[in-house]
């Protein structure tokens, strides 16, 4: 079971819960990880926000890691409002730094992917050049499964898909579908990622590049979940920025960390003698709120 669950069982049993001082063992982790690679950080940054704390600060990248434990940032019982993480989000982007936002529910699903992505963040994978790279059409099957092991959100459905290959190997994709969210415009990006291990300089840029000249009437807007990334790739490949969404949750389950999306938890899949808070809450799930994303659109 969870951590979450024991702790909220022995408090409930009336036994008092010893908090450990100092580092949680998800802190403990990415720490041994930046270790590993060769990172140097500060630990516990508080200047930087004004007495709010940053749980790892990278000055060399102007990046900051911070390391959420989902219960003491659950959105309810007191602990955070929806907008805590979104609004410590925007305070680093002021001051020009990337904060990345880990909670224990992602180390516990994907903790390759994330391991990942900082990888990247901090200049460690071994670089490619896209000119260097063929474009290719990808497979259902193939562009999923890269997806499913190199993307930190995992697989998605997508109807135009690209693939950059190096030496024989796909390095790289892009996957395309109907905009799902926004009827003003044609077209949704729905994924680009590398190989793990590799960096592919123009990898984004050559692969949109592609798909506009294939589809030069069509309008494209797609999404930066601000809880990862900072939108910049967007900007790159030309399109515009126009505004940050609102926060959105996930259900997890205090039971076995399971987690539920807005869109699993919808009403008519659930109970509908009951609302979706009664039900979550009834099965002992908790809310959580993430930072919201950045839009993004390009039209010709």
Not at 203 to 221: C, D, E, Q, T
Request: glycine content about 6%; some cysteine; aromatic content about 14%.
């Amino acid at each position: 079971v969870s951590k979450n669950y024991v702790s909220v069982y022995l408090r409930n049993k009336g036994t008092p819960y010893p908090r450990i001082v100092g580092s949680s063992s998800y802190e403990n982790m990415i720490e041994e990880f930046l270790g590993s690679i060769n990172v140097n950080y500060q630990r516990n940054d508080r200047k930087i926000l004004n007495g709010l704390e940053l749980d790892f600060y990278i000055p060399s990248h102007n990046v900051a890691i911070e390391i959420n434990g989902s219960y003491y940032h659950q959105t309810e019982n007191g602990f955070k409002d929806k907008y805590y993480h979104a609004k410590k989000t925007d305070m680093c982007e002021e001051k020009g730094i990337r904060l990345i936002h880990i909670f224990d529910y992602d180390l516990n699903k994907r903790k390759n992917q994330i391991y990942e992505m900082l990888k990247s963040a901090f200049g460690k994978n071994e670089i490619i050049y896209a000119r260097k790279c063929k474009i290719v059409n990808v497979s259902s099957a193939d562009f999923e499964n890269f997806c499913m092991v190199n993307h930190l959100q995992g697989s998605v459905k997508s109807s135009i898909r690209y693939g950059l290959t190096h030496e024989g190997k796909l390095v790289g994709i892009m996957g395309f579908i109907k905009s799902r969210y926004n009827k003003e415009y044609d077209i949704e990006i729905t994924r680009y990622c590398s190989l793990a291990g590799y960096n592919i300089i123009g990898g984004a840029s050559r692969l949109f590049s592609y798909f506009r000249r294939s589809n030069p009437n069509l309008s494209v807007i797609s999404y930066a979940n601000r809880q990862f990334f900072d939108g910049r790739m967007y900007e790159k490949i030309g399109m515009k920025f126009e505004r940050c969404s609102p926060p959105n949750y996930v259900w997890i389950s205090l039971v076995d960390g399971h987690t539920k999306s807005r869109y699993q938890s919808q009403k008519h899949k659930l109970d509908k003698n009951m609302t979706e808070n009664d039900y979550m809450k009834s099965h002992k799930y908790i809310q959580v709120h993430d930072s919201g994303q950045k839009v993004y659109t390009y039209k010709r």
